[in-house]
């Protein structure tokens, strides 16, 4: 038996693998310590699956995600070489806002009382120029203890070259016992800056997810009820791939969007189950929405950040904007309806949860009559209407006073929907629109609690054909974790002109990486037969400042020309082609669920036990009515249509038709 489990900002989600079946269910997450909501889900397990023993638990978290944007990490030091302490206060000269003339940055993570320079100079050739002395680091030493640091973060000059330095700092730090990152060991690649920034970030929320897993181990170790063979607990990474809780302890930083990952991961696996590998995700939950687009294969990224710090690491490439099922409507200052980021989350969560008294997207939803009759949750979970007609209709008051005329509580809760699907709206171009790929040619994969009231809107808006809806999709992320890999990354700077390089130089460099990728995963109980190593290469044109990652082939610089101008619309095969790094993904493949294909008959057109009226485009209409669990494949449902099951409730707009496949995949065919 595995259990997938994603902590969300309003539900914990749980999917159980057990044999051939799947089983999975939501508890509320309790913000304040996201354990006890994991540890009240295992109790659920247990009550369920009797005496049967748990071999691995895959768990997305967003403890560490959580950490860095409200800056609750620990109190770090961070080692530099001497003349560079500020590096993580200077910066690059980038201006995300050029035309904001009171931009107020971040502060950095550490302080000025807490960043330390030592006397040291590596080459950028791995050279020692400068050697540490025996005097530097005993002061040192005494200078981070007399700081009540709580965790260190080392980052030398061309440290990535010549890792010595580093080692020294860190067998030198070891005894006033608190956790060191060094980044020869996080990011031996070059860009101080971003190097600096990302072990900084690794330092800083180690002691707090060290203690997390820690706890969360011995609970799991006590309940799995066999001391010799405890279940297993592993951690989904940013990068689409799990690693075991101990090394996501001492690299938490590798864990920034945990969560999200196992979302695009699911999405997809599933989709292209069905036959779609052009897609674009769109995971809407109770506090965010997170998209991506998968041209053919997860897209990875080495350029993210996350609380105005760059996070150079291996990340799937999701953009996230403030926009949930909890997301807060609100006017601001000039009397404009805004809609997030701020979140009603857990607790108190939406008025119509029983305990919050702001208005939300769920609030709307429910106001617009588009959750049907009943519940959340098969009906265990209830919604109180009358709460959030009150507050909606708060918030009509409000807005009639700026309009001049009287606003409908129906047409208060219109707009709040309209304002949040244009911050989605606007979030899909951003993966899509904005990168150069049409999204008319992808499949729009919705998934998260909150995202089957407003995809077809956003289909339409986009002009998106097809939507693929998984069977549970508020879920999808938990099982998503389960359907990763095992992964971890490794690379190494180059930085030399391409051209001269042979076959046997390029195994040569690889070599010991794969080594220690094998030796890693072996580590982590993976057999040899389990274990596959993917090389890439980091290459660009000579100038330019960032670069693009290349599947290693015998033809770099044809594949590196086709991939530049695919992505930037032109090339130049005659301009010189630097490589940078070397790269490479070592993967463990764990067992999946085969999830098996069910015989489709003829299409035919299931009848609704009732309808529900509901409010689409200012109208008030009554629909019919679905139990999802009861449409077998080939099942059509014509729009308007509302369609409920366990974790999500999809609005099947006028227009747009939707089939079950032989996977009980939703396909719906947008207008």
């Given amino acids: 038996m595995r259990i997938g489990i994603d902590t969300g900002g309003t539900f914990t989600d749980f999917v159980i693998i057990d044999g051939k079946e799947i089983d999975s269910f939501k508890v509320p997450s309790t913000p304040s310590n996201p354990a006890l909501a994991i540890i009240e889900g295992l109790k659920i397990v247990a009550s369920k699956k009797t005496g049967k023993p748990i071999t691995e638990i895959i768990h997305g978290t967003t403890v560490a995600t959580n950490a860095l944007l409200e800056r609750k990490g620990a109190r770090t030091a961070f080692i530099t070489t001497a003349g560079f302490e500020d590096i993580l206060e200077i910066g690059r000269q980038a201006r995300p806002q050029i035309y904001n003339l009171m931009v107020e940055r971040p502060a950095p993570l550490v302080p000025a009382d807490l960043r330390f320079g030592v006397n040291e100079r590596v080459a950028a050739n791995g050279q020692i120029i400068k050697p540490l002395s025996s005097d530097e680091l005993v002061g040192l030493s005494n200078h981070v203890k007399e700081s009540r640091a709580e965790s260190a973060a080392i980052c030398l000059l061309f440290s990535f070259a010549n890792p010595k330095h580093e080692q020294i700092i860190l067998d030198s730090l070891s005894q006033l016992g608190i956790p060191v990152s060094i980044s020869s060991q996080i990011l031996p690649e070059y860009r101080e800056y971003e190097r ?20 969360l181990g011995d609970y799991i170790a006590k309940r799995s009820g066999n001391a010799k063979n405890p279940s297993r607990l592993r951690i989904m990474q940013s990068n689409g791939g799990t690693v075991s809780a101990e090394t996501a302890a001492a690299e938490p930083v590798r864990t920034i969007l945990s969560g999200p990952a196992g979302g695009v991961i699911g999405a997809f696996e599933l989709a292209s189950r069905a036959g779609f590998d052009q897609i674009i995700t769109f995971d809407m939950g109770g506090t965010s929405t997170d998209v991506g687009l998968c041209a053919g294969s997860v897209r990875v990224t080495h350029e993210s950040t996350l609380g105005g710090s760059p996070i150079a690491v291996p990340v799937i490439d999701i953009h996230t904007v403030g926009a949930g099922g909890g997301s807060i409507a609100r006017f601001d200052s000039g009397g404009a309806l805004r809609v997030g980021p701020e ?116 289909a339409r808006g986009l002009r998106i054909p097809k939507i ?44 010991e990486m794969e080594k220690r990728g094998t030796s890693d995963l072996s580590d982590e109980g993976f057999a040899r037969n389990q274990i596959k190593l993917f090389r890439t290469v980091a290459l660009r044109y000579q100038g330019q400042s960032f670069e693009l990652d290349i599947p290693w082939t015998p033809n770099l610089a044809a594949d590196f020309h086709e991939t530049h101008r695919r992505q930037y619309g032109y090339a130049d095969a005659n301009r010189p082609v630097e490589l940078v790094a070397l790269r490479l993904r070592a993967v463990g493949v764990v067992p999946k669920a085969k999830l098996t294909k069910n015989s489709e008959s003829r299409r035919y057109r299931p009848k609704a036990a009732y309808t529900t009226p509901v409010i689409i485009g200012g109208k008030a209409l009554k629909i019919p009515q679905f139990d999802r669990r009861d449409l077998k494949p080939q099942a059509v449902i014509d729009g308007p249509a509302l369609i409920r099951e366990y974790s999500s409730t999809t609005l099947i707009l006028p227009g747009c038709h939707a089939v079950i496949d032989g996977f009980l995949d939703l396909i719906v065919h947008v207008s």
């Fill in 196 to 215: 600096a920034s990302t072990v900084t970030i690794n330092a800083y929320l180690a002691p707090l997810m060290s203690g997390y897993l820690t706890r």
């Fill in 343 to 458: 979140s009603a989350g857990a607790d108190p969560g939406p008025a119509c949860y029983g305990k919050g008294d702001l208005p939300t997207v769920t609030d709307a939803n429910l106001v617009l009559g588009r959750f049907g009759t009943g519940g959340l949750l098969d009906g265990s979970f209830n919604l109180y209407k009358d709460r959030a007609d009150n507050v909606i209709s708060q918030l009509s008051s409000e807005m009639s006073k700026n309009a001049g005329r009287k606003v409908s509580t129906k047409d208060a809760a219109l707009g709040i929907v309209q304002v949040a699907n244009s911050n989605m709206e606007a979030a899909l171009r951003v993966v899509s629109v904005s990168r150069g790929y049409d999204p008319r040619l992808f499949t729009l994969v919705c998934f998260g609690g909150a995202g089957g009231l407003h995809v077809c809107e956003l």
């Fill in 468 to 511: 693929l809806i998984p069977p549970d999709p508020g879920t999808l992320s938990a099982l998503g974790v389960l359907l990763a890999n095992a992964a971890k990354d490794y690379s190494r700077t180059i930085m030399q002109l391409l051209g001269k390089q042979n076959r046997k130089w390029f195994d040569d460099l690889y070599s």
